[in-house]
């Protein structure tokens, strides 16, 4: 997320990707990620958002295939 997804934000306002977190127990989800630049009127990124979804299920589904 570092070296891809927040550089491109940065650039485009916007990424999207397939990433993954760490649960509380350390085991991998599988996430797809959008991250949003927010920028101020002077152009300048304020903050990063992001939103993410779990798709464990859909990379199981597609396994059983």
């Not at 070296?3 to 990707?17: F, I, K, N, Q, T």
């Not at 397939?18 to 991250?35: F, K």
């Not at 798709?55 to 295939?65: F, N, P, T």
């Amino acid at each position: 997320m570092r070296e891809e997804g927040l550089p491109e934000a940065a650039r485009h306002g916007v990424w999207a990707g397939e990433t993954a977190v760490l649960d509380r127990t350390g085991r991998e989800i599988p996430v797809h990620q959008v991250i949003l630049a927010h920028r101020n009127d002077a152009g300048q990124i304020d903050f990063f958002s992001t939103i993410m979804r779990d798709i464990s299920a859909a990379r199981q589904q597609a396994a059983a295939l």
